[in-house]
T-cell receptor
């Protein structure tokens, strides 16, 4: 079983749609969680951290369910510029290395 | 530009050749990480440094791979006797401390023919 699992998609949605991505992680002791965004042939960039109480940044909302070891990302009113791959990430407790999911590809169409 | 830089950005080599990549982290960042990403997958951890000390190596890092960070600043990743399976994007990231945000460089895209 992979440490971080995501549905690879692709998700094809029209502009303005709301889309949700899900992710599960295997290490119940994990403490730090993130969503990174990766554009085609570019490096990953931090989109947002995920906090236990849930957090929002504009159109983006991240949720964490520790009991189910489940992380989600909700994008509201999607824009063409949101088209990218979204990576669910867990940080290793000891060394700080990042453990990535496979990534979920999003394509927003006009 | 004060971000993480990597050189070269692209490398094409023949099977069996050695290649070396360089990463310059953000100034004063103590932690430096190497990851590898193949098509359709998320990045996978290879190794990391705390200053000049290499503290962890992934099982992915076979004995053909070696990484150094001699003065605690830039780092090099060398692959000896390259194989076609080494074709991937090699990403470097740095952070101030272990629990701080990691910033990624643009990556070095390797193609082994």
């Amino acid at each position: 079983r992979k440490e971080v699992e995501q549905d690879p998609g692709p998700f094809n949605v029209p502009e303005g749609a709301t889309v949700a991505f899900n992710c599960t992680y295997s290490n119940s002791a994990s403490q730090s969680f993130f969503w990174y965004r990766q554009d085609c042939r570019k490096e990953p960039k931090l989109l947002m951290s995920v906090y236990s109480s849930g957090n929002e940044d504009g159109r983006f909302t991240a949720q964490l369910n520790r009991a189910s070891q489940y992380i989600s990302l909700l994008i509201r009113d999607s824009k063409l510029s949101d088209s990218a791959t979204y990576l669910c990430v867990v940080r290793d407790l000891q060394g700080g290395k990042l453990i990535f999911g496979q990534g979920t590809e999003l394509s927003v169409k006009p | 530009d004060t971000g993480v830089s990597q050189d070269p950005r692209h490398k094409i080599t023949k099977r069996g050749q050695n290649v070396t990549f360089r990463c310059d982290p953000i100034s004063e960042h103590n932690r430096l990480y190497w990851y590898r990403q193949t098509l359709g997958q998320g990045p996978e951890f290879l190794t990391y440094f705390q200053n000049e000390a290499q503290l962890e190596k992934s099982r992915l890092l076979s004995d053909r791979f070696s990484a150094e960070r001699p003065k605690g600043s830039f780092s090099t990743l060398e692959i000896q006797r390259t194989e076609q399976g080494d074709s991937a994007m090699y990403l470097c990231a740095s952070s101030l401390f272990a629990q701080e945000t990691q910033y990624f460089g643009p990556g070095t895209r390797l193609l082994v023919l």
